[in-house]
Each structure stands twice: as structure tokens, then as C-alpha cells.
């Protein structure tokens, strides 16, 4: 659009230009966003004639030209900035809005985006931070310690138009580490549980789905049950909440808050359990008390790690939190186009979730990301996870100069 403001910005080469004649530039314009306003970046690159007794015929172009290479760029040839990709991503995931909408907001603002244009750099987007969620995945699995739970999320079917399926994200979330990831699958079974905690050793923590329970056979996994789903039945389990409120307050470590709980939540525990084994004899099997009962004495065992390890939560209320952005989502978007569509929410979910733990600024860490990850080596991607992620002291003017007002 002509009539957006530009910003320009000269790359001159790197060679000495020296006694060299200025024969022109290549201009390439990307679109930028912040929040509020577009513009146009210019990235101006002269060309410079090389002295004919100097020519080399290696460089860009025909021979006997300087120019600057350009920039590498999150979609390659494409027109959007790392800014505007992350706004999109970010409001999307974060914010739960559907593109459509967002595509009605920047018609506003005097920049039409067909849809189908913003569902490609969507997947592009999501493809390339991949092998962050990667990294963050197998980083979170290889952890001694996770909570598990799982959510619906309607997804369309790829045979009958208009239809859709209830489909599964699943989130894992290693406490100790502040690393949560989302995984999607097209059902609630044990096959996604199954892979996913394929490897895996050390305490697993989640609710009362009977999926989990596949793993008691397993020597390797101990498993923990969720104290909130009990507490929500029985009320005098709020002397133990009242225990870990202190232990948060005291910023107590594992151990301490170990020593703690040893102390002050342990004979709560063991006289609830007295209790309730009691009761269990004097009430109707169906009746909601007598269920309430059966449910927590069925998981007593899995419910008393917290008092094993100072490492385990009392609940899984924090990992319950990651997921309810998902539900924001299903009543803002609906539902995923298709399966992949899903997966590709998975991973800027478990993405965004991540930057909240850490109390890392999304928008930020996101441009930033995206302005490195083109050039960054496969190996080194872990560096710019959110529990890890650094600003660089010096970044390029003209990217620099790009998110100023």
C-alpha cells in the first residue's frame, strides 16, 4: 500500500566501495506491524560498479558489481516482518483470536490481508519455531518429575465438510524445570500417553483418568495422583492447602518444604485417611459421599506422594491453568481446520505457555526469535528457549530501529 509511512533503511556491502561507482540499488519492502500502527520497512541496497581492472566474477550479480546481500528474513522472499508474524501468532494463541477477525482488525487500520495469505504465514510461522518445540519437548520428557493432563478440541473433517471431531491436546509440564509443552492427538486413548512417555522415568502426576493407570506396571514411573480433585470433596483438606500456601510464602526449596509438610500436613493426611476408611463402612456405596470416599481411598497411595518428595505438587491446578487458554480458544475459534492445523497449535501454545511460566514478554521474545532463528544452527536453537532466552546486546539498526515509535 502506497499509502503507508516507509521506513528506510541502507545496507551498504561489505566491500571497501571506495573509487567504486554508485550504479543503483535494489530496494525490497517488508510489512511491519506493532500493535496499532503498519509501515513499510525499505531495506535499500546500492550497487557499485566495480572498476573493470578489479572485477571479480564471483560476485552477486553480473560481474563487476558490489552489492550487499540481504538480510535473512523469517519467510524467505516473503513480505512480513518478524513483528507482524509475531502479533499474529501471539493474538491468535494467546489472545484467541481467529485470523478472520484478526484479518477484519488491520482492515481498520488500512492494510488488507486476504485469509488464506494469513493462514500461510500462520503455518509458516509455526514451522519455523518447530524445532524449538522440539527442543522444549524433549528437554520437558527428559525431566524426573511431570504432570499430565489432557483437553478436547473440536477438529474438522477432512471427509465430511462442516463436520468435526473431538480431538485431544495433551500437556505435560515439568515443575522443577518451568517447561510445559502441548501435544495433539485425535483421541483420548492411551496411544498418546503411551509415546509420549515412552522413555520416560520419575514421578507422573495427573487426575483420576483411568489412561493413567496403564503406567503402575511400569517400575520405573511412581505415580501421583492430584489432591485438588479430593479436595474439591472433602473440605478439611484445606488445612493441607494451607500448609503449602506457607511453605509458597517462605519461598521454601524441595527439601525444606519436604520437612514441612513431614511436619504439619502428615498427620492431617494420615487422620483423613483413618477417617475416611470409617466412613466408607456407614455410607451408601452410589451415594455422591460414598463416591467421593471410593475415589479418594481408590488413589490414597498416589495421593501421599507429596509427602514423599518435596519436589511434587499437591495438585495439578498449576498445569490445569496451561489449558485454559484452550478453552478461551474453542469459544473464539471453534474449532482446528484439520489435524495438522491442530498440531500447529500445539506447538505455539506450548510456546506461549512457556514464555508465561517464565514471566518472558511473548510479543518480544517472539520477534526476537523469529529475526534469529534463520540463521541460527540446529544445535543451538535450546539457547532461545523462554527459560533460556537472552536478548543480544547489539542487534542491527535497521531491526532495532524497526519496533521504535
Known sequence: DASLPRRRFEIEPQEDTSGMKRIGEEITEELDYRPGSFWVNQYVRPKYAVPQQDSDPSTEEQPGVVIAPMP???????IPSAGLLAYILLSKTADHLPLYRIGKMFERQGVSIPAATMIDWFKATCNLVKPLYE???RLALGADYLQMDESPIKVLESETKGKTHRGYMWVCRAPVQNLVFF???SG???QEPTKLLKNFK???QSDGYSVYEMFEGRSEITLAACLAHARRKFTKIQALYQVERSAQEKQLNATERLALRQELSRPVFDELGEYLKKELLEVLPKSPIGQAIAYALHRWKKLEQFLLDGRVEIDTNLLENKIRPLALGRKNYLFAGN???????????SLMASCKINDINPQTWLRDVLFR???MPVNQVEQLLPHRWKPLDVYPEWFALADDG
Not at 489435524?339 to 501454545?349: H, P
Open 72 to 78: 535473512s528474513r523469517p519467510i524467505e522472499k516473503g
Open 135 to 137: 527442543a522444549q519437548k
Open 183 to 185: 501435544s495433539y492427538n
Open 188 to 190: 483420548r486413548s492411551a
Open 202 to 204: 520419575g514421578t507422573l
Open 339 to 349: 489435524d495438522e492445523a491442530a498440531q500447529r497449535l500445539a506447538i505455539a501454545y
Open 373 to 375: 532463528l534463520p540463521d
